[in-house]
């Protein structure tokens, strides 16, 4: 079993649509929160990040995390084309460091104008 | 792209052939990686680097090896290609070691090679 399980797609939504992206976890010491997004042929930059759990947010985007259901999500609101993009979860035990950070697969996102 | 220069961008070469990438950055962040992207894996990391002549193995390493003998500089050398090292590359470099919002992964756009 994967430490991080992220639903592939492609998920595909009409502009502007809520969207609910999610992962689960196993590794209970994971602390740090991350998603990426990543354009075609490029490479992945940092969106969100959230430190335990709770809610943050930042314009558009939502970011949460249960720990006890060991359950994140990136919410995006009132969604764009520009949105249209591969996401991708990340997390890491603080004290391990960043080369312990471990991805999700992604999740292929399509905003259709 | 936060100052980093992936190359080459594109490589196709035989099973068998040694092949070297290169990342480049002017950012003079000390942490370097390589990690590889993969349908259905995301991104694993392959070796990563924590200084000049500082490297250490990452979870899928077989196969791979580095080097870094300036700070800008980081190597990803692949000795003898094989089909299963078909993927796209990615270099990535961060300013500290604890990867978080105060000093993310920065990646470069990543070299997509092809193991015939």
């Known amino acids: 079993q994967k430490e991080v399980e992220q639903d592939p797609g492609p998920l595909s939504v009409p502009e502007g649509a809520i969207v609910s992206l999610n992962c689960t976890y196993s590794?209970?010491?994971?602390?740090?929160f991350m998603w990426y997004r990543q354009y075609s042929r490029k490479g992945p930059e940092l969106l969100m990040y959230?430190?335990?759990?709770g809610n943050k947010e930042d314009g558009r985007f939502t970011a949460q995390v249960d720990k006890s259901s060991k359950y994140i999500s990136l919410f995006i609101r009132d969604s764009q084309p520009s949105d249209s993009a591969t996401y991708l979860c990340?997390?890491?035990?603080?004290?391990?460091?960043?080369?312990?950070?471990?991805f999700g697969a992604g999740t292929r996102l399509f905003v259709k104008a | 792209d936060a100052g980093i220069t992936q190359s080459p961008r594109h490589k196709v070469t035989e099973t068998g052939t040694p092949v070297t990438l290169r990342c480049h950055q002017t950012?003079?962040?000390?942490?370097m990686y390589w990690y590889r992207q993969d349908p259905g894996h995301g991104l694993r990391l392959i070796h990563y680097?924590?200084?000049?002549?500082?490297?250490d193995k990452g979870e899928v390493s077989d196969g791979y090896s580095v080097s870094r003998s300036k700070t800008e500089d980081f190597l990803l050398t692949l000795e003898s290609a094989t089909s299963s090292q078909t993927s796209v590359y990615f270099c990535?470099?961060?300013?500290?070691?604890?990867?978080?919002?105060?000093?993310?992964?920065?990646f470069g756009n990543g070299t997509r090679l092809t193991v015939t």
């Open positions: 680097s924590y200084g000049v002549k500082d490297t």
């Open positions: 590794n209970s010491a994971f602390q740090y």
């Open positions: 959230t430190y335990s759990s």
């Open positions: 990340a997390m890491n035990n603080h004290r391990a460091g960043g080369f312990k950070t471990i």
């Open positions: 950012e003079n962040h000390r942490y």
């Open positions: 990535a470099i961060s300013e500290s070691f604890l990867s978080s919002y105060n000093s993310p992964l920065h």
